[in-house]
């Protein structure tokens, strides 16, 4: 079984690796790639050793076969279907965020209670009435499903959660989802307040040097 | 020094701890801990060791007392003052999260350089000119910036980042920043495609079993 950690780790490095393609670097030693992920040279060979043997040059890793390698071992297939719940300032924001269509996560559809966004688009997706959720989820095949609806309309929604199928939620309210579904669905939660201690930590200890 | 792999992991503990807290549970065991932050029990006692010694009772930890441990250990003050530039809908969303007031992080001010939107509030947080950012940086002493602008605006916006002197900075736009300031400032990415991967990850777990 491999540690939860170590697939959060892969996801930094594919990102470093990504920036650093863009940057046209080819060659990367780990060394490099822990100084650029916060972590040691130690933990990113042992995080790689996981997955078997990786292509290193000398010292280092060719930067386009690494990113390939990690992206295959993350996203078994290329192009992921991803939906929005609560088509708000955040659900908008994401529906609308590059760096999900650069990693083929493609957002197929939106959903909302209010009757004044239901019918219109964000880009190409378009927003349906939340009770057509589990329809429109079968009818696109989706996969994922980001939830960014208010605390309040939580308890409210979870029916339609459980009978969606959808595989993965992406959880941005800050509650625990408690499904009762046969076949669970992966949940991650998200909260943007635990980047804000990490900052914390990184200002308090640059102050201490 | 400690590994910042230990310190992302003390955020999650902190918010599971705070979930707990709000199901008021009162004691909660290492490996329940490590279950509900999808780490082992070994890891979860390694990263509390870097700290001395936890209040351990039986098997178990006082949720309220470890919680107000961790959160001294990330935040060194309780209340910080926070600033986003990009008063989009991304920007707009986490003005209003109530996640981040809870924490102590109190967002009091935006910027934006869309005559529309400067003078405007969200909640008590005032929209400002972009061009005013180091006086009001310095006025109201602010310590991390959030940045949810557009990538084209991020090359204007280096040299009003770099005269802010503000301490941390949390960056949703998809580029690097390479800031050049002899007080060099906190930098930390955020890109939410990498929680997709991670999601992508569990859900191809689930079904192989
Ligand atoms: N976890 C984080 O880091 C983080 C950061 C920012 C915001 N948030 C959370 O994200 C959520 C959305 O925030 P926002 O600023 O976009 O809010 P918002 O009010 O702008 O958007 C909410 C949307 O949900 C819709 N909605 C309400 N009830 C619904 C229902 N029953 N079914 C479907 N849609 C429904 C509303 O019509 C609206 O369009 C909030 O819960 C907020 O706390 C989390
Ligand atoms: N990292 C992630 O996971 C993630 C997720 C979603 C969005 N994003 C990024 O966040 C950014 C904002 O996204 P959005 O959907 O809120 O966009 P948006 O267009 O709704 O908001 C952008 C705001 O920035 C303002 N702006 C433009 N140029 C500016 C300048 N020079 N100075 C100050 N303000 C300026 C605009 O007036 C607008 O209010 C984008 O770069 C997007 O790629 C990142």
């Known amino acids: 079984e491999i540690p939860f950690a170590t697939i959060e780790r892969l996801a930094t490095y594919l990102r470093c690796l990504r920036h650093l393609k863009d940057e046209k670097i080819k060659i990367i030693s780990s060394a490099d790639l822990a100084t650029n992920t916060k972590t040691s040279p130690e933990q990113v060979r042992k995080d790689l050793s996981y997955f078997g043997r990786f292509g290193k040059v000398g010292t280092g890793y060719y930067v386009g076969k690494l990113a390939k390698k990690i992206e295959k071992i993350l996203k078994k297939r290329k192009k992921w279907n991803v939906c929005i719940v609560g088509a708000g300032s955040l659900g908008s924001a994401l529906?609308?965020?590059?760096?999900?269509?650069?990693?083929?996560?493609?957002?197929?559809?939106?959903?909302?209670?209010?009757?004044?966004?239901?019918?219109?688009?964000?880009?190409?997706?378009?927003?349906?009435?939340?009770?057509?959720?589990p329809e429109i989820v079968h009818e696109k095949k989706i996969d994922i499903l980001a939830l960014t609806?208010?605390?309040?309309?939580?308890?409210?929604?979870?029916?339609?959660?459980?009978?969606?199928?959808?595989?993965?939620?992406?959880?941005?309210?800050?509650?625990?989802?408690?499904?009762?579904?046969?076949?669970?669905?992966?949940?991650?939660?998200?909260?943007?307040?635990?980047?804000?201690?990490?900052?914390?930590?990184?200002?308090?200890?640059?102050?201490?040097?």
């Open 95 to 133: 529906a609308r965020y590059g760096g999900f269509k650069d990693s083929g996560y493609n957002v197929v559809a939106l959903f909302d209670n209010n009757p004044e966004k239901i019918g219109t688009k964000i880009g190409d997706a378009e927003i349906y009435d939340v009770k057509l959720l």
């Open 149 to 209: 609806v208010p605390k309040h309309a939580l308890p409210g929604l979870k029916e339609l959660l459980e009978s969606s199928k959808v595989k993965g939620i992406l959880n941005f309210v800050p509650l625990s989802l408690h499904l009762k579904t046969r076949r669970k669905a992966a949940v991650l939660d998200v909260d943007l307040a635990q980047k804000m201690y990490i900052l914390s930590y990184l200002i308090s200890n640059k102050e201490e040097q």
